[in-house]
């Protein structure tokens, strides 16, 4: 395995930890919709949280959160349109985003709430 597929995993497990601190139900990670795939799914009280998380080793070429581009969101929403229709669910629905930085303390985590919002669809 490469080091960028080892680092993902970290982070992806670090925010299922920070979720589940948080008081967030893990309901799905990695759910695959055809070639797309969906982090983490998640729910706390009557919101279900679709939740991408992008982790980085550097800065350099932007913040992680920067990574979901317009096709990424088109994907991440497609997804959740099937898991949604596939569960039979009937819940208010938010995408959010765990930007993870690996930094020479530690990993910094960014939680960022309906981070969709301020994309331009």
């Known amino acids: 395995m490469n080091n960028n597929y080892e680092l ?10 920070y979720l589940k ?11 695959h919709f055809h070639r ?12 279900l949280a679709i939740v ?11 913040d992680p959160e920067d990574a979901v581009d317009y096709k990424k969101r088109r994907k991440i929403i497609e997804s959740a349109d099937a898991y949604i229709e596939e569960k ?5 629905v938010r995408f959010d985003i765990v ?3 690996k930094t020479k303390e530690g990993l910094k985590l960014r939680y960022i709430e309906d981070a969709f919002l301020s994309f331009e669809m």
């Open 88 to 92: 039979d669910l009937d819940i208010e």
């Open 8 to 17: 993902g995993m970290e982070g992806e497990r670090e925010a299922v930890k």
């Open 52 to 62: 991408e998380v992008k982790t980085r080793a550097t800065d350099y070429f932007g």
């Open 21 to 31: 601190k948080e008081g967030y139900e893990i309901l799905e990670t990695n759910w």
């Open 36 to 47: 797309y795939e969906i982090d983490i799914i998640a729910k706390k009280r009557d919101v």
């Open 99 to 101: 930007a993870i930085l």
